[in-house]
């Protein structure tokens, strides 16, 4: 669905609300627990205070331990309800302000309150989440059809979990009995946090296993800050969800700032601070949980077995020019795609090993890749050796290059076998120049998984960062806007 349609439904689902709010909000019914009093009709006493007549009461009745009062409006104000017992007008069973706007809504507590028909606002924002959620999902699984290589189906994924999250928060609102304006505005606010809440066990128990993966990794390929990654994204998700709700409970027993006064600024500003905090923690949490998803499905996707060429992207080779079990298991895997190929259909398919001469290697990796290649028995006049890339970018370019000048016509189809955890980003790099290739991904060891993920992670942050920022920063004017409503909720 088009973005002008989900605007459209939004505004139609916004002015029914309204609409209906202020048809039947005229009137309002006070649910007040007097248990204790409901034996004597007369134990209770209810006293409204207002400089000119705001509301007037209707209807009274007691029905078990509860008091209901019917309120009608009359003028547009702000009045204050109070349920006392007779005999002691110092203890309150019942003591709010009651709000009337200009449409004659009588509102309860404060000025976006309970209403009669308040319910209307968390239903129209359940229906239209739930859309959304239904639109993305179609719109992911689209996009991902056409092209799984792109940075975008990352963020989509991380917005539609962000969105599922808020939707199951919404449905538990509902469960509440008449909920106002203010309950959907506060859910709003506390959707970065309470995803963060229900993710902390995760992240510290992750935190906990990518530090052991990581000191398996550094003892294995190294001591380097590449190979503490996940360590140090680790550190950042916990301290980012648990320093907003540190924060919060510091300020709470200190007195270098007061947070208590609901008419004072530095509450909101407490608020507001929490809340930007735990939107960017979540953020961050739902980039990375996409990049796992769509990361584990690239290297786990089957290309289908009509190709006439498989590239094998090079890595770095052994001293002696043999492979290292990492290029071993790449090699391997195209030609396990190519045999199987053969079996199913009958069609072969031509190797094109890939990768130069590094100052360290005695021969490129190209070479060192077509002679075992030559080993396992493959037909040299079924490889073609591009030998001068430096990088993954420059394996798919040139060796594109050496495939268009073979076929000359036509549309080869394209597979490229390597690593599983790097066959996203391999994808990405042939997407952005028009190749249209699918990977394998060959098996490594678990501990490389890891990182290799939080690599994935920054890269689908640089790659949309202009993207990403603009997301942040509209979430961030989000939140300010609903501190702003809360603040007037409260302050009117």
Not at 380 to 393: M, P, Q, R
Request: glycine share 6%; net charge neutral; aromatic share 10%.
């Amino acid at each position: 669905m088009k973005k002008r349609y989900y605007i459209i439904l939004a505004a139609v689902l916004l002015c029914v609300s309204l609409v209906y709010s202020i048809a039947v909000g005229s009137r309002y019914v006070l649910d007040i627990d007097i248990q204790g009093y409901s034996d004597n009709a007369e134990a209770t006493q209810i006293i409204v205070e207002q400089d000119t007549e705001i509301i007037k009461i209707k209807e009274q009745k007691t029905e078990g331990d509860h008091l209901y009062i019917t309120l009608e409006s009359v003028f547009p104000g702000k009045a204050s309800v109070m349920v006392v017992p007779s005999d002691n007008h110092d203890v309150y069973l019942y003591f709010k302000s009651v709000y009337v706007h200009h449409f004659g809504v009588i509102t309860e507590e404060n000025l976006f309150g309970r209403s009669t028909g308040s319910w209307c606002f968390p239903v129209a924002m359940t229906i239209f989440l739930a859309a959304l959620i239904i639109g993305l999902f179609i719109h992911i699984k689209k996009e991902i059809r056409q092209d799984l290589y792109q940075y975008k189906n990352v963020r989509n994924i991380g917005f539609a979990l962000f969105l599922t999250s808020l939707f199951a928060e919404q449905l538990i609102l509902l469960t509440r009995m008449n909920n106002g304006i203010i309950d959907s505005v506060d859910l709003l606010l506390g959707s970065a946090g309470f995803f963060s809440r229900i993710m902390l066990p995760a992240a510290f128990i992750t935190f906990i296993l990518v530090t052991i993966s990581n000191i398996q990794l550094m003892r294995k390929e190294g001591r380097n800050w590449r190979n503490m990654l996940g360590c140090i994204l680790g550190i950042a998700v916990c301290l980012g969800t648990i320093f907003p709700f540190a924060l919060g409970e510091f300020l709470q027993v200190t007195t270098l700032v007061d947070v208590h006064n609901e008419n004072g600024i530095a509450l909101y500003i407490e608020l507001f601070v929490e809340n930007a905090m735990l939107a960017l923690t979540s953020y961050l949490e739902f980039i990375l949980v996409g990049t796992i998803i769509l990361s584990t499905k690239a290297a786990r996707r089957i290309p289908s077995f009509d190709k006439d060429y498989i590239l094998i992207l090079g890595c770095q080779i052994k001293k002696d020019g043999t492979l290292t079990n990492l290029l071993k298991s790449r090699a391997d895997r195209a030609i396990e795609f190519a045999k199987i190929q053969k079996e199913k259909t009958g069609k072969d398919i031509v190797f094109v090993p890939s990768g130069g001469k590094g100052n360290d290697e005695v021969i490129s990796e190209a070479e060192a890749i077509r002679n075992y290649l030559i080993e396992t028995g493959i037909d040299e006049s079924s490889i073609i050796v591009e030998n001068k890339s430096a990088n993954t970018f420059e394996n798919l370019t040139n060796s594109m290059e050496l495939i268009r000048k073979e076929t000359k016509t036509g549309d080869p189809k394209i597979a490229f076998s390597t690593t599983n955890y790097h066959v996203f980003r391999s994808g990405y790099f042939a997407s952005q120049q028009g190749i249209k290739a699918e990977g394998i991904g060959a098996k490594t060891k678990r501990y490389f998984w890891i990182n290799a993920f939080i690599r994935e992670f920054i890269a689908a942050l640089a790659s949309e960062w202009k993207t990403h920022l603009a997301i942040i920063m509209g979430w961030i004017i989000i939140i300010i806007s609903m501190v702003g409503i809360v603040y007037v909720s409260n302050n009117f």
